[in-house]
């Protein structure tokens, strides 16, 4: 999947695009410049006193200095109370990232190698590409099928690890109609790197719209084949699937249509439409020789239009 690149905003941070990440940004900005005032003083203080004390000749003298109540005391209590007050900074954050709003809107996301699937509260799904509305609390309730991923859009400040077995959640409320990237933050496999999906954020009439019709503000109904072939990048078959005849994870859509392939257990089919259905939806039935049976199924993720689209398209690739 291709994106633009991410909106940098400033030098230092990406566009504050979530009503948490002013607060956040806030906090990292405290600890920067601490950190700096503190490495510069350091720094020059060790470097003056080096240069001062700097033993000259041989009848400079050993200083007899033994140690400075004042000087000890002072340096335990500053950074304790910087300290202290970091925690509370920190605190005051955290509870508001970890509790979302009792009217969050509430996704199911899930993770798997590598793709991103997002359940809406209608049923609606969408693959990679999660819409949310602009100015209503998003919380998404997240899992993952295989290993360890995370959820990290960085215009969100929002980062959050996804795990197989047990839910874990974040949320963040949109402030501004825009497209953005969320990546997978966890080390996850040779498809780590593409993991990403887009987040779009609209107006809430927008959004309605897109739940009702899949459509985006703007959008048309495409012909079948359009359709597939714009499912073929969004729902992230290209992730796998080459259309050049370079093998990837899977078999390439090069001539797929009307081909004969050689199935794992010695059989053999030829590839029409009920073949690429059954793909679709039991995916390691018929694994083609030669390849691993990793596929997820697409069952529930794609509507009958879709797969009817999708198998329109493959007939057109050749
Ligand atoms: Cu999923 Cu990295």
Redesign the pocket.
């Known amino acids: 999947m291709t994106f633009d690149p991410i909106d940098l905003g400033s030098f230092w941070m990406p566009k504050q695009s979530s009503t948490i990440a002013e607060e956040i940004d806030t906090a990292y900005y405290i600890v920067y410049w601490l950190d700096v005032v503190m490495f510069v003083a350091l720094m020059g203080a060790l470097a003056y006193f080096m240069w001062k004390y700097k033993r000259r000749g041989p009848k400079d003298k050993l200083s007899d200095v033994t140690h400075s109540t004042t000087l000890e005391i002072s340096w335990t209590i500053i950074p304790t109370i910087l300290v202290i007050g970091l925690f509370f900074v920190g605190l005051k954050g955290w509870m508001k990232a970890m509790v979302a709003p009792g009217n969050a809107l509430e996704i199911r996301t899930t993770?798997e190698?590598?793709m991103w699937t997002f359940t809406y509260p209608n049923g609606n799904v969408s693959v990679n590409e999660l819409v949310v509305p602009k100015g209503q609390p998003v919380k998404l309730i997240m899992s993952s099928k295989d290993?360890?991923?995370?959820f990290f859009v960085p215009e969100f400040r929002v980062k959050q690890d996804?795990v197989p077995g047990m839910y874990t959640t974040v949320w963040f409320e949109a402030i501004e109609n825009r497209e953005t990237v969320l990546f997978?933050?966890?080390?996850?496999?040779v498809?780590?790197?593409d993991?990403m999906a887009k987040v779009r954020v609209m107006e809430k009439a927008d959004y309605d719209n897109w739940q009702e019709t899949g459509l985006l503000p703007g959008e048309k109904p495409l012909p079948p084949a359009e359709l597939g072939k714009k499912l073929f990048t969004t729902r992230s078959c290209n992730t796998c699937h080459s259309l050049d005849g370079s093998r990837i994870q899977g078999p390439t859509f090069k001539g797929i249509f009307g081909r004969t392939e050689q199935i794992a257990d010695g059989s053999s089919v030829k590839v029409d439409e009920n073949y690429i259905r059954e793909s679709l939806l039991e995916p390691n039935k018929k694994v083609v020789q030669g390849y691993p049976a990793v596929m997820p199924t697409y069952k529930g993720l794609l509507k009958e239009t879709d797969i009817d689209a999708l198998i329109a398209y493959l007939k057109t690739v050749q």
Do not use: F, P
């Open positions: 993770a190698m590598y290993v360890l991923h995370s996804v997978c933050t966890e080390y996850c496999g498809g780590h790197s993991m």
